[in-house]
Protein backbone atom coordinates (compact mmCIF):
# COMPACT_ATOMS: atom_id res chain seq x y z
CA UNK A 1 0.00 0.00 0.00
CA UNK A 2 1.81 3.39 -1.40
CA UNK A 3 1.97 6.36 1.74
CA UNK A 4 2.26 9.80 1.24
CA UNK A 5 3.68 12.33 3.70
CA UNK A 6 3.35 16.13 3.34
CA UNK A 7 5.52 18.47 4.85
CA UNK A 8 6.94 21.96 4.55
CA UNK A 9 3.48 23.71 5.05
CA UNK A 10 3.64 27.21 6.95
CA UNK A 11 2.62 30.70 7.03
CA UNK A 12 4.22 33.03 5.12
CA UNK A 13 3.50 36.45 3.84
CA UNK A 14 1.76 37.28 0.73
CA UNK A 15 5.11 37.81 -1.69
CA UNK A 16 7.00 34.92 0.18
CA UNK A 17 7.87 31.57 -0.93
CA UNK A 18 7.60 27.82 0.07
CA UNK A 19 8.51 24.51 -0.52
CA UNK A 20 6.42 21.30 -0.01
CA UNK A 21 7.73 18.32 -0.25
CA UNK A 22 6.44 14.75 -0.66
CA UNK A 23 7.44 11.66 0.81
CA UNK A 24 6.20 8.55 -1.09
CA UNK A 25 6.97 4.62 0.07
CA UNK A 26 6.73 1.86 -2.55
CA UNK A 27 8.06 0.48 -5.83
CA UNK A 28 5.44 2.15 -7.66
CA UNK A 29 6.66 5.93 -7.64
CA UNK A 30 8.83 6.23 -10.30
CA UNK A 31 6.33 4.71 -13.33
CA UNK A 32 3.32 7.08 -11.81
CA UNK A 33 2.11 10.26 -12.26
CA UNK A 34 2.38 12.20 -9.14
CA UNK A 35 -0.06 15.47 -8.08
CA UNK A 36 -0.31 18.41 -5.74
CA UNK A 37 -3.90 19.48 -4.73
CA UNK A 38 -5.29 21.48 -2.26
CA UNK A 39 -8.28 22.43 -0.68
CA UNK A 40 -9.77 25.60 1.08
CA UNK A 41 -12.36 26.02 3.53
CA UNK A 42 -15.92 25.64 1.85
CA UNK A 43 -14.27 25.10 -1.61
CA UNK A 44 -13.59 21.87 -3.67
CA UNK A 45 -10.35 20.08 -3.85
CA UNK A 46 -8.68 21.25 -7.36
CA UNK A 47 -5.59 20.27 -8.94
CA UNK A 48 -2.66 22.55 -8.28
CA UNK A 49 -0.03 20.87 -10.23
CA UNK A 50 0.59 17.59 -11.98
CA UNK A 51 3.97 15.60 -13.10
CA UNK A 52 3.37 12.31 -15.40
CA UNK A 53 6.70 9.75 -15.38
CA UNK A 54 8.29 11.20 -18.20
CA UNK A 55 8.55 14.68 -16.15
CA UNK A 56 5.60 16.19 -18.32
CA UNK A 57 3.76 18.98 -16.15
CA UNK A 58 0.65 20.93 -16.23
CA UNK A 59 -0.82 23.84 -13.91
CA UNK A 60 -3.64 25.18 -12.56
CA UNK A 61 -3.72 29.21 -14.34
CA UNK A 62 -4.04 30.64 -11.23
CA UNK A 63 -0.82 29.48 -10.21
CA UNK A 64 1.30 29.51 -13.36
CA UNK A 65 4.36 31.17 -13.60
CA UNK A 66 4.47 30.88 -9.86
CA UNK A 67 4.68 27.46 -9.20
CA UNK A 68 6.78 24.70 -10.12
CA UNK A 69 6.25 20.83 -9.55
CA UNK A 70 9.10 18.62 -9.60
CA UNK A 71 10.34 15.22 -8.76
CA UNK A 72 13.08 13.03 -7.97
CA UNK A 73 12.29 9.12 -8.32
CA UNK A 74 15.60 7.48 -7.00
CA UNK A 75 14.36 9.43 -3.82
CA UNK A 76 10.66 8.30 -3.85
CA UNK A 77 9.92 12.16 -3.49
CA UNK A 78 7.75 15.29 -5.11
CA UNK A 79 8.17 18.72 -5.15
CA UNK A 80 6.35 21.88 -5.06
CA UNK A 81 8.06 25.31 -5.32
CA UNK A 82 5.45 28.22 -4.41
CA UNK A 83 6.88 31.80 -5.37
CA UNK A 84 4.63 34.80 -5.07
CA UNK A 85 2.69 33.38 -3.02
CA UNK A 86 -1.08 35.41 -2.19
CA UNK A 87 -3.82 34.69 0.00
CA UNK A 88 -6.03 32.79 -2.51
CA UNK A 89 -3.22 30.42 -2.08
CA UNK A 90 -4.12 29.51 1.42
CA UNK A 91 -5.63 25.75 1.50
CA UNK A 92 -4.41 22.47 2.67
CA UNK A 93 -2.28 21.18 -0.04
CA UNK A 94 -2.42 17.39 -0.38
CA UNK A 95 -0.01 14.93 -2.46
CA UNK A 96 -1.61 12.55 -4.71
CA UNK A 97 -0.11 9.51 -6.39
CA UNK A 98 -2.39 7.80 -9.69
CA UNK A 99 -2.81 5.96 -11.27
CA UNK A 100 -1.17 5.55 -15.46
CA UNK A 101 -3.41 7.44 -17.74
CA UNK A 102 -6.17 7.90 -15.07
CA UNK A 103 -6.28 12.02 -15.67
CA UNK A 104 -6.18 14.47 -12.88
CA UNK A 105 -9.69 14.03 -11.24
CA UNK A 106 -9.60 15.19 -7.74
CA UNK A 107 -11.29 12.15 -6.61
CA UNK A 108 -8.96 9.36 -7.37
CA UNK A 109 -5.84 7.84 -6.71
CA UNK A 110 -3.66 8.03 -3.02
CA UNK A 111 -3.79 10.80 -0.93
CA UNK A 112 -1.62 11.77 2.18
CA UNK A 113 -2.73 13.76 5.35
CA UNK A 114 -1.68 17.17 3.80
CA UNK A 115 -0.11 20.27 5.05
CA UNK A 116 -1.69 23.62 5.36
CA UNK A 117 -0.44 26.97 3.91
CA UNK A 118 -1.51 29.78 4.93
CA UNK A 119 -0.78 33.24 3.60
CA UNK A 120 -1.18 36.26 5.47
CA UNK A 121 0.26 39.32 6.51
Known amino acids: QVQ ?23 SIFSK ?22 SDSTIYADSVKG ?16 MNSLKPEDTAVYYCNLRARGSGWSPDSG ?10 SS
Request: hydrophobic content about 35%; some cysteine; overall charge positive.
Open 32 to 53: SPMGWYRQAPGKQRELVAGITA
Open 110 to 119: SWGQGTQVTV
Open 4 to 26: LVESGGGLVQPGGSLRLSCAASG
Open 66 to 81: RFTISRHNAKNMVYLQ
